[in-house]
């Protein structure tokens, strides 16, 4: 196996080891773009393998630009999941030089921003590229899930599964980089082909939903819905019909949020005492 990260390097693999034969993470955003009254165009920044982009665009009728860093995973979209336009991009610096009426966001993909710059960038990215009333939508891991729950954490925990005749296996380790607010995976793949394990590392930034409000209402956006269940990835799944509970414990994150148009915006004067700056 090659040292890079095997489920990226391989979308296929990546498909196998999770399946998502129902479309429920596209069939979720979907619903809630619909559901806030969303236009056409829509871009699927960290797209993947092009699977919910696909779908998105073919069963939605949605207009969908996907975005992603992996050469390999826009190959396997181009050519397995063909029809939105998929680009190179880096989330913090992406310049399409087009407009879009939603951004989607799954998978964690919002947590590779690792620090506020990262956020502030990837966020001032989508206020350039969205229309005013324009929706950010994501899912991810929720931060507020790690205070006092260690369930998580430790291992390492194995999962594997089976492609043309190889088996799989996977031996992950997370723990939390307090100092960075990152959760940090190990992960070592085996396969029982006769290849050499590989061993990846990758980061998570966890965010607490007032963090990502305050984020949020600083960039412009209005924070709609914040909140941990039901979704695609949760425990029972989303499903037609299902409506945002209202807590925001468990361990996924899902986020609504709408671009201020120009005449709600009201930026804040620096405060003053006795008419002597406060800094």
Known sequence: MSAGNLLTDHPELYEERFPDPAHLAARWAED???????????????????????????????????????????????????????????????DLGARFDAVVCLDSSLLYCHTNEDLTAFLARCRTHLTPGGLLVA????????????ELLGGPRTAGFTRHGTTYTSHT???????????RRRRVWTADDGSP????????RLLFPQELRHFLTTAGFE?????????????????????????????????????????????????????????
């Open 223 to 279: 924070p709609l819905d914040l909140y941990d269940r039901p979704g695609p990835r949760t425990e029972p799944p989303w499903s037609e019909g299902d409506a945002p509970l209202p807590t925001a414990s468990s361990d996924r994150l899902h986020l609504v949020a709408r671009l201020q148009r120009p005449h709600h915006l009201h930026l804040q004067p620096p405060h003053h005492t006795n008419g002597e700056s406060t800094s």
């Open 139 to 150: 899912e991810m891991r929720n931060g507020a899930f790690f205070l006092g729950n260690t």
């Open 32 to 94: 809630v773009l619909a559901r806030h009254g969303a236009g056409p165009r829509v871009l699927d920044v960290g797209c993947g393998t092009g699977r919910d982009a696909a779908w998105l665009h073919h069963e939605a009728g949605r207009q969908v630009t996907g975005i992603d860093t992996s050469e390999a995973m826009l190959a396997h979209a181009r050519t397995r999941h063909p029809g939105p336009a998929y680009h190179r991009a880096d989330m913090r610096d992406f």
């Open 197 to 204: 394990p590989a061993v990846q590392h990758s980061a998570w």
């Open 173 to 183: 380790t997370l723990h939390i980089d307090h100092a960075a607010q990152l959760l």
